[in-house]
């Protein structure tokens, strides 16, 4: 068999192929390899690049899928070079511990978990100091969901409870277990329904407590009526069967009387008082 001499279109080697092969090859105007490696390799589509490291200028080749930025390099170590002198590497923050004055690596306040915790522990006489604050300037104790060092509290003392009576009070009942009397002189079904009253009482905004819906055969109440809007405070909802059917009632109720209906919740009175913003627009109105 004959056999003739051609050249590898890819690597440009030299190959021999018979008569019969290259006339059909002609035939179909296919292209000649060396091998199936060299004919994968020309059938990916590439492109000729030199390298971005300007003291490399290394030409090198690769796939159009592999190109993904505009800068290409030959090498990880020739972007590594470039890199590095573009985005050098912070330096390291020498910060000194607040407990053990030991010098450590990092933008902290304590070198370690241990020193956080014996160096965040507030003295006992700054929980009494800070109850005795919020009695003077609101005029009642902090219930735990509102005062910022509770937990605290309980470790220096054991109990809330205890805290409280050590700063010199008599502790809060739970706040749906007893009736309290609002500054205006209003008895109120709990404690937080009376930090709501004594808010419209402290800004001079008439009010009413438990009155009646608008409604034949109903024996629902309200919580507030203040210039026409009905304000209910729901502070069992989602938490108690019976309470949360009720509430979902006075919310059916209200729409289908149209009422100017308002809901308040826990969220809006603990841990911080939040009655100023949500309730804002009635001091306006009275203006």
Not at 31 to 41: E, G, L, P
Not at 60 to 78: A, D, G, P, W
Not at 209 to 224: E, G, L, M, Q
Not at 273 to 287: A, T
């Amino acid at each position: 068999m004959k056999l003739l001499k051609r050249t590898c279109v890819f690597c440009k080697k030299e190959i021999y192929r018979s008569l019969g092969r290259l006339n059909e090859a002609k035939k179909f105007h296919w292209k000649i390899y060396c091998s199936r490696k060299c004919q994968a390799h020309a059938l990916r589509k590439r492109k000729q690049l030199t390298c971005a490291r300007t003291d490399c200028q290394k030409i090198f080749v690769r796939t159009l899928n592999e190109i993904r930025s505009k800068n290409q390099f030959c090498s990880s170590s020739c972007a590594a070079i470039i890199n590095n002198s573009q985005y050098p590497k912070r330096i390291a923050i020498i910060s000194k511990c607040h407990f053990c004055y030991k010098k450590f690596k990092g933008d902290r306040s304590y070198c370690s978990r241990e020193c956080k915790n014996k160096g965040s522990i507030i003295p006992g006489k700054l929980i009494l100091k800070k109850i005795i604050e919020f009695y003077h300037v609101n005029e009642r104790i902090p219930v735990k969901r509102e005062f910022l060092h509770y937990n605290v509290a309980r470790s220096q003392f054991g109990t809330w409870n205890k805290a409280v009576e050590a700063a010199g009070f008599k502790p809060n009942p739970v706040l749906f277990a007893e009736r309290q009397i609002a500054n205006d002189g209003h008895v109120c079904d709990s404690l937080s329904e009376k930090i709501i009253d004594d808010w419209f009482y402290k800004h001079e905004i008439p009010h009413e407590i438990h009155v009646p819906y608008p409604a034949r055969n109903s024996d629902f109440t309200c919580d507030f009526l203040v210039h026409g809007y009905h304000i209910e405070f729901f502070g069992l909802d989602g938490e108690h069967p019976r309470y949360t059917e009720i509430a979902r009632e006075k919310r059916l109720l209200a729409k289908k009387l149209r009422l100017k209906f308002i809901e308040l919740n826990p969220k809006h009175l603990f841990p911080k008082n939040k009655l100023d913003s949500v309730l804002n627009f009635l001091i306006k109105s009275r203006v």
